[in-house]
């Protein structure tokens, strides 16, 4: 059971479909196609701002934002953290009965 939920973590992070979110010049959040709650587009500047955005706290809420932009994202992000919260459920239960 952990090994499916840390599958559906990793597949929400890196490989579900979702929108960019990356925030453009102009002020406005990048609509391109990309690949997982985590990446950027194709674009590489986009690739580093997204992964940026984990480690700033002022710019949490944009990378939130971006989290809820979609209906793909939303499943993704739904999914994901059902998938973190079944893995830890599943951890405590394996290491209290062990």
Do not use: E
């Not at 990048?30 to 992964?51: A, M, V, Y």
């Not at 710019?59 to 994202?73: I, K, L, N, Y």
């Amino acid at each position: 059971m952990m090994i499916l939920s840390g599958l559906v973590v990793v597949w929400s992070l890196f490989w579900a479909p979702a929108w960019c979110g990356a925030a453009n010049r102009n002020g406005k959040f990048c609509i391109n196609n990309s690949r997982g709650l985590l990446l950027g587009c194709h674009l590489r500047q986009h690739r580093w701002q997204k992964f940026k955005m984990l480690f700033y706290s002022k710019r949490w809420a944009q990378f939130t934002r971006g989290m809820w932009a979609s209906p793909t994202a939303i499943l993704a992000t739904v999914s994901g953290g059902i998938g973190t919260v079944s893995a830890v459920a599943t951890g405590i239960k394996d290491f209290v009965l062990s």
